[in-house]
């Protein structure tokens, strides 16, 4: 069964950090781009990082560019997202993607994982 599965989500205050996992079953992570996607209440989803198969070539949302940090361990079939310096802005639920490129559709959808951040 094909599955993505996002982990690593919680309550933090503002500063602090979390590290989201991404652990695909079913296929072979490494063959694909895998984007990291954020929804906060009444707003539209938007990209956060990516990261390319080809070359690791990563991108990231303005907001979180030297904050945040995308990763991929092929072993262990995961990406990571590492979240630094966080702030209430964050707020979202995060979701990861696999897609044949940054920026292409996804093909395959995690169910998401609640962030928040708040004092």
């Known amino acids: 069964q094909v599955q993505l599965v996002e982990s690593g989500g919680g309550l933090v205050q503002p500063g602090e950090s979390l590290r989201l996992s991404c652990a695909a079953s079913g296929f072979t992570l490494e063959y694909y781009a895998i984007g990291w996607f954020r929804q906060a209440p009444g707003k539209e989803r938007e990209a956060v990082s990516c990261?390319?198969?080809?070359?690791?070539?990563?991108y990231y949302l303005d907001s979180v560019k030297g904050r945040f940090t995308i990763s991929r361990d092929n072993a262990a079939n995961t990406v990571y997202l590492q979240m630094n310096t966080l702030k209430p802005e964050d707020t979202a639920v995060y979701y990861c993607s696999a897609s044949r490129g940054c920026g292409r559709k996804g093909d395959y959808w995690g169910q998401g994982t609640q962030v928040t951040v708040s004092s």
């Open positions: 990261i390319s198969s080809s070359d690791g070539s990563t």
